[in-house]
């Protein structure tokens, strides 16, 4: 008699996909919490004075310790070193101290406090600069650390779903928690402008404390999914399976020397270099383009996240059984630049036209399906690029990447809005025709990017146009059955 192969628990259909629900809940809090106040650009310069610099330099300032600290490259040996489970509690840990902080710095109690005083005139170095208002700069200091541990979060939830569903459902389990991720985006940006109102008052710091309140839920999901993967390990350790071969330091130079590796981390860095910052400015940008209102812009950007979620899963449900990813890539990339080309050319001349609302909703819809098109194929293509081993820090490097761009471009914007819209004192008004096009810019450079790495997946073979799903083979007992037929 043949023995049965023993099921783990990541082979319950269940049990996977709980643990995917406890990530990405996670993921869906702080991506709300990332984008808590991009809808209130505008509120934060006539109630706190932060001025396009200072709003700039502090979205910024969210990735500023992962790159000039290069604590994204520690974050991936941290994860390759203690694991999926240990890494995301100690990141949602992180993740409250930080959020708790910026919430601090927004809120009544810190205005005239002795440390609102302290930092009128402390700390005017890079990132930060003389004038920057003391509420700016402290929310900035809480962004940083709630940075590290949200961009640790992410290479987290990325290997913990390879590990669970690696040779399953891996891309459509990654596009549903990107999706989710993205339904974060549109909850901050209806939800914030309704609680900073709330009461008659304008107080944006309620946004910013609900949005806390939800990753102390969100640190509980990943307490729950620490006790799931620790029984995993347990019955892997006890299935016979080998052990991984333990990082080392030495292997980064592994990563670094790939050459298909550098054209997905440059593509991602440029992507994402024209979608995340353009997030931190687009209410604002439809205010002035359109004349809209906060909650009419909040209510047309909203269907960019939402329309991303909902495709998203359905693209890497497609990926698993298809392929076609470096394909995908660049069909992303070229949607990415024809919008970002209407929202710099087309809006601006159809202001407080019906035909301009109907182009801008088309053209954010448009943007939705780039931003599914583009993560749904990028992130399941890593691990048919580097070792199993090697994929925490591979990751992690590629997120270093792409914090540069996501650390500089909300500042260069900034400086860039506040240099072309010279002597313009109501945020209402301000000219995105430049800030658009260097978006646009960013597109056609990933444009390129990707017909170069499909054109090298053709001659080398990585497999990025092929399927994700593993067809599984019959049991010995199936295959004897069927031979004796």
């Known amino acids: 008699m043949v023995e049965a192969t023993r099921k783990l628990l990541k082979d319950s259909k269940a049990a996977r ?64 070193k ?63 650390l709630f940075g590290c541990g949200v961009e640790m979060a992410g290479i987290t939830v990325s290997k913990g779903i390879v590990k669970w569903f690696k040779g399953k459902e891996m891309a459509l389990a990654m596009g549903l928690e990107m999706a989710i991720a993205r339904i974060g985006v549109a909850a901050a940006v209806l939800i914030s402008p309704f609680f900073a109102r709330l009461g008659g008052t304008v107080d944006v710091s309620r946004s910013v404390l609900f949005s806390v309140i939800l990753l102390l839920i969100g640190l509980i999901c990943f ?34 020397s790939s050459g298909v590796f550098w054209l997905v981390a440059l593509l991602c860095v440029l992507y994402y270099s024209a979608i995340f910052p353009f997030q931190k400015y687009a209410i604002n940008m439809l205010q ?41 890539l660049i069909f992303g990339a070229l949607l990415l630049i024809i919008c970002h080309v209407t929202f710099a050319l087309v809006l601006p001349a159809l202001k407080g036209t019906a035909l301009g609302t109907a182009i801008g909703l088309n053209a954010i819809v448009l943007l939705g399906i780039s931003f599914s098109l583009v993560p749904a194929s990028l992130w399941p293509s890593v691990p048919k690029l580097v070792d199993n081993r090697l994929l925490g820090s591979a990751y992690a490097v590629i997120f270093w990447i792409q914090n540069i761009g996501l650390f500089a471009f909300p500042m260069l914007i900034g400086s860039v809005l506040r240099s072309v819209n010279e002597g313009v004192e109501n945020p209402l008004q301000y000219n995105y025709t430049i800030p658009m096009l260097i978006f646009a810019s960013c597109g056609v450079i990933a444009l390129i990017l990707g017909l170069a790495l499909k054109g090298l997946d053709k001659k080398k073979g990585y497999g990025l146009e092929k399927p994700n799903k593993i067809k599984e083979k019959p049991s010995t007992i199936e295959a004897t059955i069927e031979a004796n037929l």
């Open 223 to 256: 307490i729950v999914y620490f006790f799931m993967d620790k029984k995993l390990e347990k019955e892997m350790g006890d299935s016979g399976e080998e052990p991984e071969e333990p990082f080392q330091i030495k292997d980064l130079g592994k990563i670094f």
């Open 17 to 80: 996909w709980l643990a995917l629900v406890m990530l990405a809940l996670m993921m869906f809090f702080a991506y709300m919490f990332v984008d808590i106040l991009s809808p209130l650009q505008s509120l934060l310069e006539t109630s706190k004075g932060w001025d396009p610099k200072a709003y700039g330099t502090y979205q910024g300032s969210e990735t500023f310790l992962n790159v000039f600290v290069f604590f994204l490259i520690f974050a991936g040996i941290i994860l390759d």
């Open 82 to 144: 203690i694991g999926v489970r240990n890494t995301a509690v100690l990141s949602g840990v992180v993740m409250l101290i930080g959020a708790s902080i910026k919430f601090y710095a927004v809120s009544p109690i810190f205005e005239g406090s002795s440390l609102d005083t302290a930092l009128q005139t402390a700390w005017n170095f890079f990132p930060f600069y003389e004038g920057m208002p003391s509420s700016a700069k402290l929310a900035a200091i809480g962004f940083m």
């Open 288 to 328: 002035c383009n359109l004349g809209f209102t906060e909650e009419k812009a909040g209510l047309v950007f909203s269907v960019f996240p939402l329309g991303a979620a909902l495709i998203t899963p359905l693209l890497g449900f497609f990926l698993d059984y298809k392929g076609r990813g470096a394909t995908m």
